[in-house]
């Protein structure tokens, strides 16, 4: 079966930096999403990863090895605002997205 | 600018009750048009999607229906809640059937089936 998992919840400190890991078995791969989600809303686009790396958009990185069927997102300079569960998705060889459960995270002062 | 959007926000209805959840996509044309679930502790689960008028996919077999009547409305539908209809329903859009694209997820509906 395809499977992606990340931690259920996480804590962190304002103004530290977390890092929030995923790792899928798929059906094939053709890219790698992450996306913020606040209690009670909509998602939002965070990133996109299709080759190996890591890419970086402000505060947010995001870190995909495709051998190791890995990704990570790096949150750094942590705001109260960044409360919020961050969802995993995968694209396998069908094109379909594959969501994982969301890591809740939790940001004290 | 493209929005989309979706109502009710929220709405507790009674077992055996019929539901209809709206969602229209504005500024853009011929959207793919999804409706996806969301439970507690579990990843986001893709109910139907639609890639044009009248074109409805099912991936979830259930006591659920969905109908694209104009090319930027998509809508919910069941005829009889059960229980397990309860949680977060999530209209989303995209250009890119192949999910290479960014999907826009409208506001979400909070259904409580009682």
């Known amino acids: 079966g395809q499977n992606i998992d990340q931690p259920t919840e996480m804590t962190a400190t304002e103004g530290a930096i977390v890092q929030i890991n995923c790792t899928y078995q798929?059906?094939?791969?053709?890219?790698l999403f992450w996306y913020q989600q606040h209690a009670g809303e909509a998602p939002t686009f965070l990133s996109y990863n299709v080759l190996d790396g890591l890419e970086e958009k402000g505060r947010f990185s995001s870190f995909l090895s495709r051998s190791k069927g890995y990704s990570y997102l790096l949150l750094k300079e942590l705001q109260m605002k960044d409360s919020a569960s961050y969802l995993c998705a995968v694209i396998d060889s069908n094109y379909q997205l594959i969501w994982g459960a969301g890591t809740k995270l939790i940001i004290k002062p | 600018s493209q929005t989309i959007h979706q109502w009710p926000a929220t709405l507790v209805q009674p077992v055996g009750s019929p539901l209809s959840l709206e969602c229209t996509v504005e500024?853009?044309?011929?959207?793919?048009l999804y409706w996806y679930r969301q439970a507690a502790g579990r990843g986001l689960q893709l109910l139907f999607y639609s890639v044009g008028i009248g074109q409805i996919s099912s991936e979830v077999p259930q006591n659920l229906s969905a109908s694209r009547p104009q090319d930027r409305q998509f809508i919910l539908s069941s005829k009889k809640l059960l229980l397990s209809d309860s949680g977060f329903y999530l209209c989303?859009?995209?250009?890119?059937?192949?999910?290479?694209?960014?999907?826009?997820f409208g506001e979400g509906s909070r259904l409580t089936v009682l």
């Open positions: 798929t059906s094939g791969f053709n890219g």
């Open positions: 500024g853009t044309s011929n959207p793919n």
């Open positions: 989303a859009w995209n250009q890119d059937r192949d999910f290479t694209g960014e999907l826009f």
